[in-house]
Structures are given as structure tokens and as C-alpha cells.
């Protein structure tokens, strides 16, 4: 459950962080790395309610 509440914390940081930010390949790779906070989580989700 760390995990997970760890993921979900990183995922609204880095979301938040890419509107606010100008540099478009910075707000890109923010962009990215919230997407694999997600495919990750949802992964451990599925696995934790299985």
C-alpha cells in the first residue's frame, strides 16, 4: 500500500507541476512520467484486489 499511496502522490505532483511549467520538454517529460506512475499504479491496484 506504500507503493501505491506513493505513486499517487507523484502522479498529482508531476501533473501539477507540467501546467505550471513553460519549457514544453520539461512539461512533456513530466507529462511522461505521470503516465507511468498511472500504468503502474493501475497495475498494483488490479494486484491488490485480486
Known sequence: M??????????ARAE???KAILDQQTAQRLQTFAAECRGELQVLTRRAAA
Not at 507503493?3 to 507523484?10: C, F, G, N, S
Open 2 to 11: 506504500a507503493r501505491i499511496a506513493y505513486l499517487k502522490e507523484q502522479l
Open 16 to 18: 501539477r507541476l507540467a
